[in-house]
């Protein structure tokens, strides 16, 4: 008897589960868009999948914008919990006839050229990453992520009343060591004398860190406990946590990848969102299916989106940096100018 | 008669958790509008060609590989009692040494395999035996100390891969150690299969396979045919009965956590010599506690803990074909939850069972404790010197002693 009790305490509990998860489950699967023709766009998701407000979100909607465009159908796959089975989700997309696959994040770079190179006539994408030396069918899609993160800073230090500002990285690879070194030299453009409060929510080599909006409040209340009153979340889907941890305290925060504003879908942390660094994952995606379409597309090489092409940049929803628009935009065009060069890794 | 009984009451509980287990999922699968048998047969559906089923079965058996190892390196300790949750720190720390070591020197092909393997045994050996001295020295319990040092070791891997042992050029995305020369491979079996007459997959077969073989095969003879296995179980099953027996239990102690670390140390190598030849920040983590499960689903026993990292491997490459076949591949991951959910509560019961049957004195039918699984020392009487759970620092494998 106490078992057949616990067998339906524990189903009850993992179907409790499994509906709180829309987000990587029923979301992440099916066929979706419009006519029968236009490509077969398969779309392999990063660590976190869809429905991570963020950058995979990104990816999709710039999916979704070809395929009002173009026609075609998408298959979303996302990887298991340890991302062994990366190589495994290409390889099957490729196998069922996707044709161009998409890889988002860097972390499948060292897949993507095997894959690739088993497929010639199959054309991959690979997001935050290099198709240089790769393979001649992988095109790279990288963004100046610096630079967005240089106005980020700006932002921050113009907007911060205390001085101390701080930034919460998810890992602590280089891509994100670019956000966190664009974001302090941004700062310290505004205000030498400025304190930037860095910290990564795991270090090199434990991906949770995207993942973690637990850990990603702890660290945020921490910057915030010690005096700052803006942090910028470079942290994926942990950014969240870094949202709620600037709404119990009072202070502001600064998204994302997305604009997170829009897509926090939850009013009390949105008041929080001052603004998002924006990376136009949706643009660059929607672009390089164009390409595809038109049958342009180029190989073994990298598109680089920054400020000139609007593929980085940041945003004014909700209206809390509208009056230091002019200051961003003069930024802005030194950076475009080259009088300003930002740098990509950290200084210390 | 004792052996057909035996060997029933061993098949029991896990016949009876799978089973269990499909039918809660299927229940699951229902309710958020899957059909489970639709959902089982995309699961068994390898492919077409014969390049795309053996493709599957490579994906399997290398994800098979670590698997085992893992449950293996958890279940030396689980026998003994002692609860090694570090395996994941042992393997991580065990890998980024020997990937630098290898990178390091060149040597004549085995010799280089050879070494490689040495260092990875090693450093995971010594990483575990920290925990073993602390708690015989300090009386520290093992579940503290290897959850602390998981996450000392995850730290100081990182420091390694970053710092002194950093192979990739400077702003790569993904930072990696040097690779390891083509000497330190281990070669794959895709020679095999087409001896075997199958089609060959791009996909290579790690030969590791064998190596986990042969450590599977010395695990079960170590454990149930020498004198130190032997120690090993009774001391699980009862510390002070052992002791008064003649066992040295602090030697033993150490010496368990220096084997169970040991084979921690491979867990991580069938991915780098077999196909990464590099550790880097995209290194499969997460083994270490996937292996406390399947541990737990093979109950301790080599052939078991075999069948148990098939079965995982199975379900985890199924995800990929369930998401392209519209079906959330959250699908695997209930299926796999409810089957340890449901060996845990099959092993108790398989254990009250063959109480039962022992204290009705129609059989002497050996108790199930001590194999790790199960933990719920204390609760009725006890029958034997073997069931006395009551003793004074014996360690319960759950951590929730007395």
């Known amino acids: 008897m106490k078992l057949a009790a616990l067998a339906i305490a524990g189903s009850l509990a993992l179907a409790a589960c499994a509906s709180d998860e829309p987000a990587s489950g029923s979301g992440g699967s099916g066929s979706s868009g419009g006519s029968g023709d236009g490509p077969k766009i398969g779309l392999a998701y990063d660590t976190g999948g869809r429905g991570d407000k963020s950058f995979n979100d990104s990816a999709y909607a710039g999916v979704e914008a070809a395929i009002e465009t173009n026609g075609g159908t998408v298959q979303e796959v996302s990887p ?269 | 008669m004792s052996v057909l009984r035996r060997t029933g009451q061993a098949l029991l509980a896990p016949l009876l958790a799978v089973a269990i287990a499909l039918v809660i999922s299927g229940v699951v699968m229902a309710a958020i509008g899957v059909d489970p048998l639709r959902a089982l047969s995309v699961m068994t559906d390898f492919g077409d060609t014969p390049s795309q089923q053996v493709t599957a079965i490579v994906v399997i058996l290398n994800r098979a590989v670590p698997l085992f190892l893992a449950g293996l390196a958890v279940a030396v300790a689980f026998r003994m009692g002692l609860f090694n949750i570090g395996v994941e720190g042992q393997y991580r720390m065990a890998t980024v040494v020997a990937a630098g070591v290898g990178a390091s020197v060149t040597l004549p092909g085995p010799l280089h395999v050879l070494l490689i393997v040495v260092v990875a045994m090693g450093v995971a050996a010594i990483w575990a035996g920290i925990v073993g001295v602390l708690k015989v020295t300090r009386g520290v319990s093992e579940v503290i100390s290897s959850i602390m040092l998981n996450f000392i070791a995850l730290g100081l891997a990182s420091f390694l891969l970053t710092g002194p042992l950093r192979g990739s050029e400077p702003g790569a995305s993904i930072v990696t150690t040097k690779e390891i020369p083509e000497s330190g491979w281990f070669p794959s079996l895709n020679g095999l299969l087409g001896a075997l007459g199958l089609a060959n997959p791009p996909r290579q077969l790690y030969g590791f396979l064998l190596v986990a073989v042969v450590v599977g095969v010395v695990v079960a003879v170590l454990l149930k045919r020498t004198r130190f296995g032997f120690d090993l179980r009774a001391t699980g099953l009862s510390a002070s009965a052992a002791s008064a027996s003649g066992v040295d239990a602090k030697r033993m102690v150490i010496t368990t956590m220096l084997i169970s670390g040991a084979v921690a140390g491979l867990i991580g190598l069938p991915d780098l010599l077999g196909s990464d030849h590099n550790y880097g920040t995209q290194f499969t983590s997460g083994l270490g506690f996937l292996g406390i499960a399947i541990a737990l689903l093979g109950r301790n026993n080599p052939v078991g803990i075999a069948v148990a990292a098939v079965l995982f491997a199975f379900l985890d490459r199924s995800s990929v074909p369930l998401q392209i076949a519209s079906i959330p591949s959250s699908v695997v991951t209930i299926i796999q939850g409810t089957i340890v959910l449901a060996v845990v509560i099959a092993n108790e019961v398989a254990r009250r069972i063959a109480r039962r049957q022992a204290e009705s004195g129609t059989a002497v039918a050996p108790p199930a404790t001590g194999d790790g699984s199960s933990g719920e020392p204390g609760t009725g009487p006890p029958t034997g010197p073997a069931q006395s759970t009551s003793t004074a620092g014996r360690t319960d494998p759950t951590g929730s002693a007395q």
């Not at chain 1, 100046?144 to 911060?160: E, H, P, R």
């Open chain 1, 80 to 348: 298991n919990s340890d991302a062994s089975d990366r190589a495994d989700l290409l390889t099957q997309l490729a196998d069922q006839g996707y044709n161009p696959v998409i890889a988002v994040g860097f972390a499948y770079g060292d897949v993507i050229g095997d894959v690739a190179k088993q497929y010639p006539d199959v054309d991959f994408a690979i997001v935050d990453s290099t198709g240089v030396d790769v393979a001649d069918n992988v095109t790279g899609l990288q963004f100046a992520a610096n630079q967005g993160s240089f106005l980020g800073g700006v932002a921050a230090a113009t907007k911060s009343t205390t001085g101390n500002v701080g930034f919460v990285g998810g890992v602590e690879t280089p891509l994100i060591q670019a956000f966190e070194a664009g974001y302090v030299a941004g700062a310290k453009a505004v205000n030498p004398d400025i304190t930037v409060q860095v910290q990564y929510i795991s270090p090199a080599g434990d991906f949770s860190g995207f993942n973690d909006p637990a850990r990603g409040q702890i660290v945020a209340q921490g910057m915030f406990d010690a005096g700052a009153d803006i942090v910028y979340a470079a942290a994926g889907g942990s950014g969240i946590g870094v949202f709620q941890a600037a709404a119990a305290s009072g202070g502001r925060a600064i998204g994302v990848d997305s604009d997170q504003y829009e897509t926090v879908g939850d009013a009390s942390l949105q008041a929080v969102i001052m603004t998002s660094v924006l990376k136009r994952v949706d643009n660059a995606v929607e672009a390089y299916i164009g390409t595809f379409v038109d049958g342009s597309v180029q190989g073994g090489q990298d598109v680089v989106n920054d400020l000139s092409t609007e593929g980085v940049g940041l945003s004014y929803s909700g209206g809390f940096i509208d009056d230091i628009k002019s200051t961003i935009d003069d930024y802005t065009q030194q950076i475009v100018d080259g009088e300003i060069t930002v740098p990509e890794t950290p200084t210390n």
